[in-house]
């Protein structure tokens, strides 16, 4: 069975930047893509970008000058970035497995809250 | 204001059978295949359908998914109470190279 466990700060100030991790356990890290979506609050969910155990990664256009994703597959872990953050990245942000052409086992989410 | 779009609410009353739209265009649902996700309040989503109509291990054949051109339709019968959620579908977007969401509908069962 597939988990994602994820961390990272939960509160920022404008202009900060966001950092989260988040960690593999079973199935296999190297065979698989993984992904970053966030979800404002009462809101849909926007997807960030993907990876591969690689670091061979794609960016949401409307994100990418903001954003890194990478891997540290050693410890089968990934990592999100965004940097000068504003009100508006404020969200429940997810980690995701890709397979099977869908997004199939999220993480339990972190509430990230820009505030000043 | 997200790429494919979906109605905000819908609602039927237990027992019946309920539809949910998902429209997008040729560049995501037109040539890519369709996901489903149901997210229970303060939960992550959670995969219902992949590959436009497969159903992973668990999810009960009342649950079904179907796409014609560039809209796809998530398909609940025999509603139950606990099926209120909200119910998104997703897409990869070969134009865009992204993946693309709609805006989540809200089933509510009577």
């Known amino acids: 069975q597939v988990q994602q466990q994820q961390w990272g700060a939960g509160l920022l100030k404008p202009s900060e930047t966001l950092s989260l991790t988040c960690a593999v356990y079973?199935?296999?890290?190297?065979?698989?893509?993984w992904s970053w979506i966030r979800q404002p609050p009462g809101k849909g969910l926007e997807w960030i970008g993907q990876s591969n155990h690689f670091g061979s990664t794609t960016y949401n256009p409307s994100l990418k000058s903001r954003v890194t994703i990478s891997v540290d597959t050693s410890k089968s872990q990934f990592s999100l970035k965004v940097t000068s953050v504003t009100a508006a990245d404020t969200a429940v942000y997810y980690c995701v497995r890709i397979n099977n052409n869908a997004w199939d086992y999220w993480g339990q989410g972190t509430l990230v809250t820009v505030s000043a | 204001q997200s790429v494919l779009t979906q109605p905000p609410s819908v609602s039927a009353a237990p027992g019946q059978k309920v539809t949910i739209s998902c429209s997008g265009s040729?560049?995501?649902?037109?040539?890519?295949?369709v996901s489903w996700y149901v997210q229970l309040p303060g939960t992550a989503p959670k995969l219902l359908i992949y590959e436009d109509n497969r159903r992973p291990s668990g999810i009960p054949d009342r649950f079904s998914g179907s796409k014609s051109g560039t809209s796809a339709t998530l398909g609940i019968t025999g509603l139950q109470i606990g099926d209120e959620a909200d119910y998104h579908c997703g897409a990869w977007d070969s134009s865009l190279s992204a993946g693309v969401f709609g805006g989540g509908t809200k089933l509510t069962v009577l």
């Open positions: 040729t560049s995501n649902i037109g040539n890519n295949y």
């Open positions: 079973g199935g296999s890290f190297t065979t698989n893509y």
